[in-house]
């Protein structure tokens, strides 16, 4: 869609605002609006300027000017403000020369599609994340110098099946680990989930499927089609955008945090990829799995770099909460065939060679999903160009293991701090074609130690007033 489209789409909708979306260092949309007058074909070549100082990792208040180009393909109505407004996704370019800004997310993601088509490895990489979440009907937290506590609540929680819900308890309330598929009346928010589907795909973003997911308390998953990387890195900005807005439009709230209840099932977000070239499905040979070799130097590059990727597909504090023992989420990087104990999972899609793909079951919806899906693909094109040999595969129940079986295969970090680190002695593959910079990676270490681990280990929790006070 060119700018003039955009503004006779803006008129067709009776746009009366535009919404200027852009992704922050962490992984959230900020945003400003100006009138629809504003919007002039201008805008699109010479763009908006804002102060990037006040955006989390950005600018220093002493070079604070950026500006935002906005990408009129990503043009769509905003479903949820109460003025017709019209939605552009931006990208962030220096006021100066015009040059992509390089802690601009969606521009890193950009250049790591030019530089995969510059290897001429592949010309396309298909991304297909699928994220999970929890809805919730009520949460409460606070941190002070002297206190700090959490807690959320769901009506369908199976901790409430004793609660006094004054003569209409009814019950079906999913037992841990149980919530799987289960039909009305014990899934709550199947109606609310459909909700969201119909949201989705009035922005253009079809939907394959949704369901309750394991855990009790509101876990859900909505699957929505795979696509280019970078526009399926938009698509999930939308995704999450609206999960959270329709449950706001019902009353209650949603999450992607990784492991907000203890003692079941946490939220990932298995990634499957593929790289095409000139129509043609480049993972699909006669390997292992069905697979070509290609895809497991692809394979390989992900698992030798796991250790690094971690910091940006499992980014938060919390994300390690679900990296653990006993649970779905695999810690073990292994490749199997249809395994789901394996970090990457090679789907059994039939015998049709555009299906074949590999799914990297690690990562989780903290994650800023530019950087994710470009440390990935930068792990993976590592992979092939240096043909790292995935080694064998680990076809059997990898969370059944002996302890000295488990011993032999490496697992991923089991802390936020232990990733930044892996990351820091493991990160020239990411500087390949200058998608990232040394300055972006000392950024993300400086600002995750700085902002989130070293506060974390400050501040005392409640669980240690249970083990300590009385000592």
């Known amino acids: 869609m060119r700018p003039e489209d955009v503004i006779a789409f803006a008129k ?28 002039t074909p201008t805008v699109f070549s010479e763009g908006l300027n804002f102060d990037g100082s006040s955006i989390r990792g950005w600018r220093n208040i002493h070079e604070s000017d950026m500006t935002v180009l906005p990408d009129p393909t990503s043009v769509k109505m905003d ?15 220096q006021p100066d ?17 030019a530089f995969l088509q510059g290897t001429g490895i592949a010309d396309t990489a298909f991304f297909g994340p699928e994220a999970e979440f929890f809805i919730f009907d009520d949460v409460r937290y606070e941190q002070t110098a002297f206190g700090g506590f959490y807690q959320v609540d769901s009506d369908e929680a199976s901790w409430n099946s004793g609660r006094d819900e004054s003569g209409r308890n ?67 900005m939308w995704f999450k955008y609206i999960v959270k807005n329709v449950a706001r439009r019902h009353g209650k709230t949603a999450t992607f945090m990784p492991k907000p209840i203890f003692g079941d099932n946490g939220s990932g977000m298995h990634c499957h990829m593929s790289l095409w070239k000139d129509g043609a499905p480049l993972f699909a040979g006669d390997k292992y799995a069905g697979l070509s ?20 597909t499992n980014p938060s504090t919390n994300s390690y909460k679900r990296l653990v023992p006993g649970f779905e989420a695999p810690i073990k990087l292994a490749y199997s065939y249809r395994n789901r104990s394996a970090a990457m999972r090679i789907p059994n899609t039939g015998s049709n060679p555009k299906a074949k793909r590999i799914e990297f079951r690690t990562p989780d919806p903290s994650a800023n999903v530019y950087l994710a899906f470009t440390a990935m693909l930068m792990a993976g094109i590592d992979g092939i160009l240096n043909k790292i040999d995935p080694g064998q595969p680990l076809d059997k129940d990898i969370y059944g293991l002996s302890q000295e079986e488990s011993a032999r295969v490496p697992s991923v970090p089991k802390t936020l701090d232990e990733s930044l680190l ?25 600002y995750k130690n700085d902002r989130e681990v070293i506060p974390m280990q400050q501040r005392p929790t409640p669980y ?3 083990l300590y006070f009385d000592l």
């Open 12 to 39: 067709e909708r009776g746009a009366k605002m535009v919404d200027l979306k852009f992704i922050d260092l962490p992984g959230m949309w900020q945003h400003f609006t100006i009138p629809v007058s504003e919007l």
């Open 79 to 93: 479903p949820f403000m109460e003025v017709p407004t019209l939605s552009l996704i931006c990208d962030v370019v």
């Open 97 to 113: 020369s015009f040059e992509p800004y390089d802690r601009d997310p969606r521009q890193i993601a950009k250049k790591a599609m």
């Open 170 to 236: 009814l019950g079906y309330k999913p037992r841990p680990k149980e919530g799987y598929f289960p039909a009305l009346p014990t899934d709550t928010l199947h109606d609310l989930r459909t909700e969201i589907c119909l949201e989705l795909e009035k922005c253009g973003i079809p939907v394959e499927r949704q369901h309750h997911e394991v855990a009790s308390a509101g876990q859900g998953e909505i699957n929505i089609r795979f696509s280019t990387m970078v526009d399926v890195a938009d698509r999930m």
């Open 293 to 312: 070799q290609t895809a497991l130097y692809y394979i390989g590059g992900i698992l030798k770099h796991a250790p690094a990727l971690c910091a940006f």
């Open 422 to 446: 892996a990351l820091s002695k493991d990160y020239e593959f990411l500087l390949r074609g200058g998608v990232f910079n040394k300055d972006f990676i000392e950024t993300w270490l400086s």
């Open 464 to 466: 240690e007033f249970y």
